[in-house]
Nanobody, 122 residues
Framework: QVQLVESGGGLVQAGGSLRLSCAAS????????MSWFRQAPGKEREFVAA????????YNPDSVKGRFTISRDNAKNTVYLQMNSLKPEDTAVYYC???????????????WGQGTQVTVSS
């Protein structure tokens, strides 16, 4: 089993920045991929970014467009999402997910955090 705990969400004005964290515990060696998804009210869950334990990354270009950066600290078993130039449309609950495939498909992920709310005011 793997446990994921997100933190760092909050209220920020448009143009501001936030850094989300996702701390993983348990059998973390079994999950090579960590990702961030988000879900806005009334919308489907959307892939944001993913990172391999070896360092490779991929992003959703439609939602990120160079504004977000995913990174990780292996020593701390923690993954980060640095979000810059935030827009009101970035408002959503952000979820951390862990899985075995490097994919944007949410159904491929085995473990999920509880989510952290990000609200961007205009």
């Amino acid at each position: 089993q793997v446990q994921l705990v997100e933190s760092g969400g909050g209220l920020v004005q448009a143009g501001g920045s936030l850094r989300l964290s996702c701390a993983a515990s348990g059998r973390t060696f079994s999950i090579p991929v960590m990702s961030w998804f988000r879900q806005a009210p009334g919308k489907e869950r959307e892939f944001v970014a993913a990172i391999l334990w070896t360092g490779g990354t991929t992003y959703n270009p439609d939602s990120v467009k160079g504004r977000f950066t995913i990174s990780r600290d292996n020593a701390k078993n923690t993954v980060y999402l640095q979000m810059n130039s935030l827009k009101p449309e970035d408002t959503a609950v952000y979820y951390c997910a862990a899985g075995r495939r490097f994919t944007p498909q949410s159904t491929e992920y085995d473990y999920w955090g509880q989510g952290t709310q990000v609200t961007v005011s205009s």
